[in-house]
């Protein structure tokens, strides 16, 4: 093999990695699923540009593929990740998938050499090869993870398992309940927005204590059937599904489904109690308590939350630092569970009043003498008016920074914009995905598009000053 040769094998070695890397990538981000990468990708453009037309150029002009390679597409491709706010993290699962590609790539490659039956080296088939064999090999281990989760969960016979989920508010749902439950009782949470079947099974085998009294789960969806697959591995004595509204249609195409999908929670050999959101449905069951529609007096202000709810037929006031009117929704929900956990009415008072605001949902943050809301994680139309209901009671100017809502409609879009109109000086739109309609509709005095988020910081810096409250209302990751 002369210096050539050698030039075009690890030149051939190395496009394959790099398309592997970009597969990888946005697998990761669409939870490994090859099907929502190649028809639900937001955006596929960056498919042309980085897959496609790679392999066109590869098999058109061959001899010049090495120019095109190292002057254009290498470069594109690490730019582009650098930009990404959202890098594919390296889990056990990707350094398997990046050393299978490498190995079968190397070997493919020798034996074209060694029989010379090819002036240029296959690249599609070894990335096909890898993904198949991929495929087997996270099913193999996602089996033997998941009866692995079962066995440790069915071993530990005096655990109370509590099951989360609705289109809103899951999380911050999840953590209130974790937080009131653990005035009295040993409580470990699934971290973060853990959520997949895939989460719990390692959350489960890895950091479920083994003296845990109560497991609460966040249960999440985007397809028919998931959450009762968790509810298969769990078997919750209790679960909630939380308010439900046209969140993820882009999955599930119509709100029946999503409400369908997620009462697939109820459907526990073991369950005892069922607390249900009033917009899910209101079919009776001895089973199910219907909750949403029991909060009287509230006012919610940029200081916290003061309201009533009715307990052991006395109207008891809760008041709690925690932000935005929506969440009374949630607490109700820890309120009930506690309750029905054998929590006091005094008990239960005093671990609402120390609730603490959960990481970047509607978390206020006090710096430079300027009040910043960070709702980050909150993506539906709700939080986000609460949000912005929130800024209008600050008497200084305000500031949003928003992509405005992701899979969701349209309409929703126009109300929330609507909403920003009517309170903010100043608009920042991040990201392209609602970027025209944000263009056309919002009449703030001031209005700044940013296709880069990269950008953001340096733009508040800017044009925020002292005396002024910025909300940070949704925020998309720059693939979408």
């Known amino acids: 093999m002369d210096y050539t040769q050698i030039f075009v094998f690890l030149t051939n070695i190395l496009f394959v990695m790099t398309l592997g890397w970009y597969l990888i990538t946005n697998l990761q981000w669409y939870d490994y699923r090859i099907e929502r990468v190649v028809l639900r990708h937001h955006k596929t453009w960056w498919h042309l540009v980085y897959f496609i037309l790679p392999f066109f150029v590869y098999y058109a002009i061959p001899e010049y593929f090495w120019i095109y390679f190292y002057a254009a597409l290498l470069p594109s491709v690490i730019l582009w990740h650098r930009k990404l706010d959202k890098k594919v993290i390296l889990t056990w699962r990707v350094k398997r998938f990046l050393i299978l590609l ?13 029989k010379g039956i090819a002036h240029t080296y296959s690249v599609f088939f070894p990335i096909l090869l890898t993904y198949m064999a991929s495929w087997g090999t996270e099913k193999f281990l996602f089996l033997a993870y998941k009866r692995e989760a079962s066995r440790k969960v069915a071993s530990m016979s005096d655990l109370t398992i509590i099951c989360v989920t609705g289109s809103y508010g899951k999380t911050s749902m999840k953590n209130f309940i974790a937080q009131v439950l653990g005035q009295k009782f040993n409580v470990y949470a699934t971290p973060r927005s853990v959520n997949t079947l895939g989460g719990i099974i390692r959350d489960v085998n890895e950091s479920l204590p083994s003296n845990t009294q109560v497991y609460i789960c966040e249960a999440g969806a985007r397809e028919v059937g998931d959450i009762y697959a968790i509810t298969q591995l769990l078997h919750p004595q209790i679960v909630v599904v939380g308010k439900v509204g046209p969140q993820h249609l882009e999955y599930f195409k119509t709100l029946e489904r999503i409400q369908r999908t997620k ?12 607390f249900i959101h009033t917009s ?5 069951h001895e089973k199910v308590t219907f909750f949403g529609d029991g909060i009287h007096n509230l006012n919610a202000t940029l200081e916290g939350i003061d309201f009533e709810i009715m307990m052991n037929d006395t109207m008891e006031h809760f008041h709690t630092s925690v932000l935005g009117g929506f969440q009374t929704i949630n607490i109700n929900a820890a309120i009930l569970i506690a309750q029905e956990m054998g929590m006091s009415t005094e008990e239960i008072l005093k671990a609402v009043e120390k609730l603490k605001s959960v990481e970047h949902r509607l978390e206020r943050i006090d710096a430079g003498g300027k009040i910043i809301l960070d709702d980050g994680y909150n993506g539906n139309i709700d939080g986000m008016l609460e949000g912005v209901r929130l800024c209008s009671l600050h008497t200084g100017r305000k500031v949003i920074v928003t992509p405005g809502l992701v899979e969701s409609t349209e309409e929703l879009n126009s109300e929330l914009i609507d909403a920003i109109n009517k309170v903010f000086d100043i608009a920042i739109v991040t990201g392209s995905l609602n970027a025209v309609q944000f263009d056309k509709e919002l009449k703030v005095p001031q209005k700044i598009m940013l296709a880069d988020k990269s950008q953001m910081v340096k733009t508040l810096g800017e044009v925020t000053r002292a005396g002024d409250i910025i909300l940070f209302a949704n925020d998309a990751p720059n693939f979408i």
Do not use: G
């Open 102 to 114: 490498f190995s079968i790539t190397l070997v493919l490659d020798i034996l074209f050499t060694l």
């Open 263 to 274: 009462l697939e929670i109820i459907q526990s050999n073991r369950l005892k109690r069922a």
């Open 280 to 284: 899910v449905t209101d079919e009776t």
